[in-house]
């Protein structure tokens, strides 16, 4: 929570540390929200409202762009901790938690909704029907695991097949490391797609995460990927805006 609670309590800290990703190369930045979620918001302990939060949260990463072409993701993240098997919350906090944070984050001014970390049938289920009935574009970016299935247990093919059904802007993989990522083949799927991979140097679950992949090793992996043309490709847990650059450096250089 305490990355969420410095949008309130450091906004320039944050502001700033969206300049240096902008400033590397990003093209896409995603907001501080990964947890301004009702699910979250209850144990923030704020004086402020969750729509207020969430308004703040948006506001720093549209300040940071200024009049930058850069696209403002909308980051919605599972409702409960993103790599928890069982599920502790009802299915109607469910549906409350993802339909009200989707609607705070796009009333806020974001230009998609970025929904990340994915790994949980019927958390996707909600979202993808709330985006496509009130037409909101949106992203589903999918948490495997080893064996290509998502916590829930569903196949990340069969996964995948349903959330095409609702035409997202795009889908995408992130938060698994390289090791588990390079298993997975169903990739392009006749839809725009993309990745960014977990840089961490241990667990993914691991509550002190260091950088494990150098921003060049990344940039090493990346490149194989390119033949399938990916959409958007970047880097989560345990990288720096240096490992943007790399990205953008090279791609500077090939194209």
Sequence with gaps: LWTSKA?????????????????SGAEIITTNTFRTNPSAYKQTYLNI????????????????????QIIIAG??????????????????????????????LWDSGVDIIWNETLS???????????????????????FFTED???????S????????????PTAIGYNCISPKVFSKN??????CPWGFYLNCGSGNYADKNIKCGISPQDNVDFIKPYLRQQPLFIGSCCGSSPLHTKA????FDEVY
């Design 7 to 23: 949008n309130i309590e450091n906004p320039e800290t944050v502001i700033e540390l969206y300049k240096s990703y902008i400033n």
């Design 49 to 68: 409202s969750n729509e207020t939060f969430v308004k703040e949260s948006v506001r720093l990463a549209l300040e940071a762009r200024g009049d930058k």
């Design 75 to 104: 980051s919605n993240a599972p409702a409960e901790d993103c790599y928890q098997v069982e599920r502790t919350i009802s299915q109607n906090e469910l549906e409350y938690n993802h339909k009200t944070h989707i609607q705070m």
């Design 120 to 142: 949980h049938m019927d958390e996707i289920k909600i979202i993808c029907e709330y985006c496509s009935e009130n037409e909101l574009p949106f992203v589903i970016n999918f």
């Design 148 to 154: 290509l299935n998502l916590l829930s247990g569903e």
């Design 156 to 167: 990340l093919l069969q996964a995948v097949d349903f959330v095409l059904r609702f035409y």
């Design 185 to 190: 083949h169903f990739l392009n799927f006749n």
């Design 247 to 250: 990205i953008k450096d090279y």
